[in-house]
C-alpha cells in the first residue's frame, strides 16, 4: 500500500509571501510615479540621499549598502540627466564629491511627494498602532538580520 504523501503547505501560508506580495504592488506604483518624472528608484534613492548633504561616492555607496560601481553607474545616469554633478576634492583630484544641481534640489520634493502619496495610497487606510507595529516588526527584521542594502528594485 502507498504511503499518501505529507501535506505541505501552500504559498499563502508563508508570511513571506503575503510581504512579496504587497512590496511588488507597492514598489511596481513608485517605480511608474519616478519613471514619470524621468528617473529610476534607484536614482531616486541617491538623488534623495544627496539632497541634505553632498558625499563622495564611496561614502554614498556605504551609507546605501551599494557597490562603488553601482553609485558610479547611477551618477553618470544622473549626471547625464543634469540631475547631478561630480567635482574634484581640493585636497585630492582624483577623489570626487557628488552634489546636486538646481534641478535635482528642485526635483527632489516632488519625488518624496510622490512617495508619500504611494505610501498613503497602500497603507494610509491603516491605523496609527497597526502601522507601527508593521513598521517595528520589518525594521527589527532588519536588524537581526544585518540587511544593508537599500531596496531599490
Known amino acids: 500500500m502507498a504511503r499518501k504523501p505529507k501535506p505541505i503547505s501552500t504559498l499563502e501560508t508563508h508570511l513571506g509571501y503575503w510581504l512579496r506580495f504587497v512590496s511588488n504592488r507597492v514598489s511596481h506604483a513608485f517605480s511608474l510615479k519616478a519613471q514619470e518624472r524621468g528617473v529610476t528608484v534607484a536614482e531616486w534613492v541617491v538623488l534623495r540621499e544627496l539632497y541634505e548633504k553632498e558625499a563622495m561616492p564611496s561614502a554614498l555607496a556605504e551609507r546605501l549598502g551599494m557597490t562603488r560601481g553601482a553609485i558610479s553607474k547611477l551618477a553618470d545616469r544622473l549626471a547625464a540627466k543634469g540631475l547631478v554633478t561630480r567635482e574634484a576634492r581640493e585636497s585630492d583630484r582624483r577623489s570626487q564629491t557628488l552634489a546636486l544641481t538646481t534641478q535635482g534640489c528642485a526635483l527632489v520634493p516632488t519625488l518624496a511627494a510622490l512617495a508619500d502619496e504611494n ?13 507601527e507595529t508593521i513598521e517595528a516588526a520589518m525594521r527589527e527584521i532588519v536588524r537581526r538580520e544585518g540587511l544593508r542594502s537599500v531596496p531599490v528594485d
Open 119 to 131: 505610501d498613503a495610497a497602500f497603507f494610509g487606510h491603516l491605523d496609527r498602532p497597526t502601522r
